[in-house]
């Protein structure tokens, strides 16, 4: 579940993609990667929906799914680090949420 350092960097991507959106389309560019993140809905405690450029989405599990899941592991270190990853994964895509609707804005 090491995907915070991933999700750090598209919502950057996003952001940046977001914010040269209109100028692409202004040059006559084909748009961005079909990849680039343009929506993200829901919430962490019935989940998210992650849409792409391209019209692929991701659905990630609910935060107490997730977090259920961590569970599972046997080391206790291996929990908590379940854990931690978990919570800034869902913080971050909060962030990106709230950084994708005011790229929209703009």
């Known amino acids: ?8 960097a598209t919502a950057a991507l996003a952001v940046v993609c977001g914010g040269l959106g209109g100028a692409a389309v202004a040059a006559g560019d084909d748009g961005p ?11 962490r405690a019935n989940g998210f929906g992650i849409y792409r450029y391209d019209g692929t989405a991701l659905f990630p599990p609910t935060d107490s799914e997730a977090r259920a899941e961590c569970s599972e592991y046997d080391a206790r270190v291996d ?28």
């Open 1 to 8: 579940m090491s995907r915070t350092p991933l999700l750090a």
């Open 33 to 43: 990667p079909g990849d680039t993140i343009v929506k993200v809905e829901g919430d």
């Open 79 to 106: 929990r908590v680090r379940c854990r931690v990853e978990v919570r800034t994964w869902y913080r971050d895509l909060g962030d990106l949420q709230q950084a994708l609707e005011w790229a929209h804005k703009q």
